[in-house]
């Protein structure tokens, strides 16, 4: 079977654990060597040795600004030009929405959506030289769906929906013809499947609201990843894509 990113170089945020670290290794089995983050060396600990070959992971914090910088500054020592790039990274925060601080939207603004519009900046400086360049969002179902008690969660992925189409367009009329799309999960079995599960009640209405009546698998998620990134979806550009099991409908 022709591997999809065969010599792609690609960077992933948020490779440590679930759909992030499903994400990092399906694109080394497409063919890609992979450069990804994570803010624990624990993390790094657990990923599989046959993996390690093909790739290089850094430890830090998505919306740390100095670490981007330093990232991407060892980029630019190394000449590595990248072809596509995977903003993963990001943080879940439910609370009732008058008792959100600032520091609290703050947070979840930096880690879900500057990130993404920072880390998505060096990479369209990098990338210029390269060929069949992706850039793919990682979004949620809840940034178009409203959910209680998820205000500040959903205003960060709302933001990246937006982010995803204006930057789609201004690529795309440039030299730089990036590609740029969002993927909208719905509920799927990542690291926090198992403390919801505990929750039946909660966790039997969500699989009445889908019309699989499952969770998605990580590896559902990862496949749409791989094609956005590839040249197989070359046509593709500023969409919202939404893989939920039929949440939505």
Do not use: H
């Amino acid at each position: 079977m022709k591997k999809l990113l065969l010599n792609n170089k690609i960077l992933i945020s948020g490779v440590g654990k679930g759909l992030g670290k499903q994400m990092f290794y399906n694109c080394i089995d497409n063919g890609a060597f992979v450069y990804g983050f994570t803010r624990s060396k624990i993390d790094i600990k657990k990923i599989k040795k046959k993996y390690l070959k093909n790739s290089k992971i850094f430890i830090g914090d998505a919306s740390n600004i100095k670490f981007i910088k330093k990232l991407f500054s060892y980029f630019s020592k190394k000449k590595i030009k990248l072809n596509g790039l995977i903003n993963n990274a990001g943080q879940r925060q439910r609370k009732p929405f008058v008792n959100i601080s600032y520091n609290e939207i703050n947070k979840i603004m930096r880690v879900n959506f500057i990130s993404t519009f920072m880390i998505s900046q060096y990479f369209v400086k990098n990338s210029i030289l390269s060929k069949n360049k992706s850039i793919v969002n990682i979004g949620s179902i809840v940034g178009e769906n409203p959910f209680a008690e998820l205000t500040g969660y959903a205003s960060s992925k709302s933001a990246i929906a937006g982010f995803t189409k204006s930057l789609s367009l201004e690529l795309a009329n440039n030299n730089n013809n990036i590609r740029v799309n969002c993927i909208n999960p719905g509920f799927t079995k990542t690291s926090y499947f198992a403390k919801f599960k505990k929750n039946k009640k909660l966790y039997n209405w969500t699989l009445n609201k889908i019309s699989a009546r499952r969770w998605g698998e990580s590896s559902e998620i990862s496949k749409l990843a791989i094609f956005l990134l590839s040249t197989k979806a070359s046509y593709i550009n500023g969409q919202v894509i939404n893989i939920d099991g039929g949440w939505r409908a």
